[in-house]
């Protein structure tokens, strides 16, 4: 019987396999996270950092107010359906189907308001749509 004690061996921790796993986690985590935030949905429309347009013939600007009225080329509309504007939108429609429609909608007017727009200018077949917004700068003044 050997009663000798043996000399004890101390255990090494190998931290380097420890820290690849780590590393390897981590760009996991980074890759497959969405920084989108759909909880919080404020918007503020509409803005845009661009030039000012410049006035032509082929234009047709129809306003939306934050009432749901509307108004093409500064002239006031009575009626508020479909019919109404895509005749009066292809009324004020100088260049014909080459046309370009700009909606310029208020802020807060309703969705509804701009999608008859849109609606009326597919009948009237108006195919160039744009829609106007106000510089930065500009958004809070009146």
């Known amino acids: 019987m050997n009663f000798?004690?043996?000399?004890?061996?101390?255990?090494?921790?190998?931290?380097?396999?420890?820290?690849d796993v780590l590393l390897v986690v981590l760009i996991f985590l980074m890759l497959s996270t969405t920084y989108s935030k759909f909880t919080?949905?404020?918007?503020?429309?509409?803005?845009?950092?661009a030039q000012a347009q410049r006035d032509?013939?082929?234009?047709?600007?129809v306003a939306?107010?934050?009432?749901?009225?509307y108004s093409i080329n500064r002239t006031?509309?009575?009626g508020r359906n479909v019919e109404a504007v895509s005749t009066a939108l292809s009324a004020a429609a100088q260049a014909g189907k080459d046309s370009v429609v700009i909606i310029s909608a208020d802020a807060a007017s309703p969705h509804q308001s701009v999608i008859t727009v849109l609606e009326a200018a597919r009948r009237s077949g108006l195919h160039q749509v744009t829609f106007a917004a106000q510089h930065p700068s500009q958004a809070g003044k009146p």
């Open 64 to 69: 939306v107010a934050s009432d749901g009225r």
């Open 40 to 49: 919080e949905l404020q918007l503020k429309l509409p803005v845009a950092d």
């Open 56 to 61: 032509h013939p082929k234009e047709v600007i």
């Open 76 to 78: 006031p509309l009575s």
């Open 4 to 19: 000798r004690p043996r000399p004890r061996a101390e255990p090494e921790i190998n931290l380097i396999p420890f820290i």
